[in-house]
C-alpha cells in the first residue's frame, strides 16, 4: 500500500549565503526595498538576517558564517525574482545606486519585459514587469 500524498504548507523563506552581510543588507533594502524584519545569531554562530518586501510573501534570509570559506556563486546557479510597475524607470534608479542592468531588458512574446542585475554576492536578480494587458 502506498502512503498518501503529504503536502507542505506554505513557502517561508529562501537562504542566501554572503560574505559581506552589510553590503547584501543595503542592497536589498536600499536597492529592491526590502524590510528587514529580523536579525538573530543561530545556534552555530551564523549571522541571520531576514528580509521581506512591503507586498508581504515568502522572506529572503541572508546568512554570514565565514566558518563555511568564501562564497562563490556560479553563473546560472539561481535567482530571485521581483516585479515592478515600470521596468526602465527601476532600471535607472537600480543604475543610479551602482547597479546596472547585467543582462536585458528582454521582452517575452506575451509582452511582459525582464532584466537581470547582480547583487553584491553575485547573485542574480531578476526584474520584471507585467505585459500591459495583464
Not at 513557502?11 to 526590502?34: A, C, I, P
Not at 526602465?88 to 534608479?93: I, L, M, S, T
Not at 528582454?106 to 547583487?119: I, N, S, V
Amino acid at each position: 500500500m502506498i502512503a498518501p500524498l503529504m503536502k507542505v504548507g506554505r513557502w517561508l523563506h529562501t537562504r542566501l549565503r554572503v560574505e559581506n552581510l552589510e553590503k547584501s543588507v543595503d542592497f536589498y533594502g536600499n536597492v529592491l526595498g526590502l524590510k528587514q524584519i529580523s536579525r538573530s545569531t543561530s545556534p552555530r554562530g551564523s549571522t541571520l538576517v531576514f528580509l521581506q518586501s512591503e507586498a508581504g510573501g515568502e522572506c529572503l534570509e541572508l546568512c554570514h558564517y565565514p566558518k563555511a570559506g568564501p562564497v562563490k556563486v556560479p553563473a546560472d546557479l539561481m535567482h530571485l525574482a521581483f516585479e515592478v510597475d515600470d521596468l526602465e524607470a527601476f532600471g535607472r534608479y537600480a543604475k543610479a545606486k551602482g547597479y546596472p542592468w547585467s543582462d536585458g531588458p528582454t521582452q517575452t512574446d506575451e509582452g511582459a519585459h525582464f532584466a537581470f542585475l547582480d547583487a553584491p554576492e553575485g547573485y542574480e536578480i531578476e526584474i520584471m514587469q507585467k505585459a500591459k494587458n495583464s
